[in-house]
């Protein structure tokens, strides 16, 4: 019987498990048609970065590894405040608002399943970058952006 265990070694072989990709599929086709509400509705989309961070990203790190410069505005906010208007159920709502709730309410449950250390971020003043991010693996995070429009 021959030995190669040096062979491998040198030639590791790299085995996708497919399910993050599955995971980000299924968030993505999710997201499809749903907006986040402000003063102009706006589509959220997935995002997904590089950051060396064990244990949760803070303000500077969203901005350092974002590529937001210092004097721009940014903070973390409550993970409820994201969802707050996304997860409401008014009483007007037709089925197609209430079909849109039911599909964030999906969308929030994967990620707090796939995700380590979520967290939400608002980024900018009037036009706001809102983020929604969480860890993906040692290296990599990701999560959902969309634009905030305060007036």
Do not use: C
């Not at 039911?102 to 967290?119: A, G, M, P």
């Amino acid at each position: 019987m021959e030995n190669n265990q040096q062979d491998n070694l040198q030639n590791p072989v790299s085995i996708e498990s497919g399910i993050e990709t599955g995971f980000i599929s299924e968030v993505t086709s999710l997201l499809k048609n749903l907006f986040y509400p402000s003063e102009s509705d706006e589509p959220i989309e997935w995002i997904k970065f590089n950051a060396s961070v064990k244990d949760g990203l803070i303000v500077s790190d969203l901005e350092f590894f974002l590529g937001y410069p210092p004097s721009v505005k940014a903070e973390e906010i409550l993970t409820d405040n994201f969802w707050a208007p996304l997860l409401a159920v008014e009483e007007w709502y037709g089925d197609e608002e209430r079909a849109q709730v039911e599909n964030f309410k999906s969308v929030k449950q994967l990620l707090e399943t796939n995700l380590n250390h979520l967290k939400a971020f608002r980024v900018g003043q009037i036009e706001i970058d809102l983020y929604l991010v969480g860890q993906l693996n040692e290296k990599e995070w990701g999560g959902l952006k969309t634009l905030l429009v305060e007036t």
